[in-house]
């Protein structure tokens, strides 16, 4: 096993004979290298089949026992919970797999592929966007398998079509700015079992303290303040809306400012997290 | 097993604190890396307090130093990855401050903990890092299939990394290094937790593309490793270079040669250990049955050799040999480059 010395690398000789290199990379490469980050984060789950597996049985669960454990209970009827519940469980998904980002940010950090990756000449900030560009891609299969199996279980979409495109683009536009609290968690935890631990014991109180799952009437006062304004809520509802039917603007303009809300406080923290420990 | 002493004796044995040594500017050819004055603190602890290099350009620099002395902060600086807090550095004629971009289209990195993504496989790694240079999908599959040949990994090729053994994944990630080609290649202690015969083939690999022209900047714990393949070397202990040269030169500079002798019957070591110290007139040290003692010059030798005969002595072995480089370590630092460990007795009797 030797090196082929027929094929040299670059002829030896001072840098400065050869064309100077360009000093920054053009949109162009950006959009391609982010796309190849994008491919690398997707094509791993041909190796690990089971991510697919864990990208759908988990919202099929959620859907099935809280349909038929809780739908009863809640809301008289488990066909009648689920036109109410099936929002508020999409917008739960979308912030679970939020935490796809920060594991796999985690993981490049502590396994030095992160490293690799920077002293590359691509844009800096193009690992990051791919692996977001990857979880859209997730989020969207989630979100398809979550209403396949609510249709399958007698969810009746009553709006448009275009309502739905539109129930996709709002979820899209609020995850990515959520994305952002994942990245910074990523860098800051290291590790990818803390990001677990450290996400979910955010995510669980903030998806479930909402109206994802039950109505806000029925819980005590002082939980209805923060329920009425927590994102979940409003995006839970915008989703409904754009759904079953019901108020739409109010709901969706409130989603995407706690959207903008997450990405002005957490982006920079994130990017200054990266900055300064790497 | 006796070797004498050829050259390099005589020289003034006394170590200066080096800035940018004199071995950069052979032939007139600018180095391909220029590193001064550099220092970089986290917090209170300073990792590098004003360390100073220079990589001939198609030559291996091995920076040589214990755990902790600053050798992979030096690298990350180079290969862009930290900014200095002070002290500037070019690599390839490049600021790595300034264009940190044009440096990175230079330069290759592998790092002391494989950076390869183990959930794609050999060939997916390879294609994403030439995709990543923006080569075309075709010449992508070409050149991950080339550097998997040449590293002997076509038969993992389509297996995820993860599956890889520590040997194959280090050869991996040396091979993602290459990808673009690169003209300068840092490699953060390549062999580190290899067992001997990767490390070999490593060191093989290496030889090789300084063949090809690249300049390479190796770190090491390993002092063989830096011996092995280093053409210039710079000490470096607590963020700060102790000394800079080639490997002969560091060697003859620390106290030119060592006369080493193991009797035949253990129990008369004492008597070998008083006649050494009577004729060198400097304490020698006892280690595994021998005694090592500074050879000031060549007669020391031969009267050690009459006297032990005079007293009945029968040696089995005797060896005038130069410093190794541990006991140049001790000599510059005033403490050994790593504590021996069974480890590290290994790797030095299998070198």
Redesign the interface.
Known sequence: ?????T??????????DAP??????TPA?WA??SL??A??SL??IK??PSELLDLSIQPIMFVLLFTFVFGGAIYGSADAYLQFALGGLIAQNALFLTIYTATGLAT?LQ????????????ARS?PLSGRIMGDVVRQLWSLVVLLVVGVVLGFRITTSPVAVLAAFGLLVAFTLAFSWTSVLLGVLARDPEKVQIYGFTVLFPLTFASNAFAPTETMPGWLQAWVAINPVTRMADALRGLLVGGPVAANAVATLLWGVAFAAVFGPLAVWALRTR? | MVSTRTDGHGRDSEISMTTVGPPCHRGGVPPAIEAEGLVKRFGATTALAGASLSAVEGTVLGVLGPNGAGKTTATRVLATLLAPDEGRALVGGYDVVAEPHRVRSLIGLTGQYAGVDEALTGTENLVLIARLLGQSRAASRRRAAELLDQFGLTEAAGRAARTYSGGMRRRLDLAASLVGRPRILFLDEPTTGLDPASRNELWDMVRSLVGDGVTVLLTTQYLDEADQLADDIVVIDRGTVVATGTPDDLKARAGAAVLQMRPAQPEQLAVVERVASELAGATPTVENGSVAVPAPDESLMPAVVRRLDDVGVRLAELTLRRATLDEVFLALTGHRAVEPTDDQTDLRETA
């Open positions: 096993m030797t090196l082929d010395r094929a040299p690398a670059r002829p030896a000789g001072p840098a400065l100077a290199a360009p000093r920054r990379v490469q391609s290298q190849t980050m491919w690398r094509v791993q190796h690990n490049d396994k030095g592929t992160f490293d690799r990756f920077r002293s590359l000449p691509i193009a790497v």
